[in-house]
């Protein structure tokens, strides 16, 4: 009798993107993002941090201030790291798992790699206008968008 008490993929994925963010530096937010194929293969991952060759402790990390002193300016998304991480991986028809909704700007990305559907977990920024801009585009380009359910299990890891 095989064992029953598997994780399901929504649990695998999602908790691959979860696992995914704790890689990031960013003090407020830390995001995970993993792609997958229709045949359940994962294709790509990235999370939230400083372009290659920029110095995480040499980057602003603060959110607010002069803009060319706050990480936004240099932060590169999940998704998008995601995304071109994914470079020789054709995306067509691939899900994405997200730990935090996207913004407007990894929405662009993301409808024009062919992502066809967004699972997210979190979505702490829904009334932004970049969260608006992002569903506005999605609905457009046909981009499902599925809000995961937590299934309640909780797992621990011995790193
Ligand atoms: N979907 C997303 N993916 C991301 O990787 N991010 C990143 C950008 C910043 O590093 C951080 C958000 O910082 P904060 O505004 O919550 O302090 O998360 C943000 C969002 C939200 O749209
Ligand atoms: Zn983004």
Request: proline share 5%; hydrophobic share 35%.
């Amino acid at each position: 009798m095989k064992r029953t008490d598997y994780i399901n993929w929504d649990e695998y994925f999602m908790g691959i993107a979860l696992l995914t963010a704790m890689r990031s530096k960013d003090p407020s937010s830390q995001v995970g993002a993993c792609i997958v194929s229709p045949e359940n293969k994962i294709l790509s991952l990235g999370y939230n941090g400083m372009p290659i060759g920029c110095d995480d402790d040499a980057m602003p990390w603060d959110r607010e201030g002069e803009p060319l002193d706050t990480k936004y300016m240099y932060v590169c998304h999940a998704e998008l790291n995601a995304i071109l991480n994914s470079a020789h991986n054709n995306l067509k028809g691939a899900r994405v798992y997200v730990t935090l909704f996207p913004c407007n700007e990894c929405a662009k990305a993301i409808i024009q790699s062919g992502i066809s559907e967004v699972v997210y977990y979190g979505d702490k920024y829904h009334d932004s206008d970049s969260s608006v801009a992002a569903r506005f585009m999605f609905k457009k380009a046909g981009v499902r968008l599925t809000p995961y359910t937590p299934s309640g299990r909780r797992t621990e890891l011995e790193l």
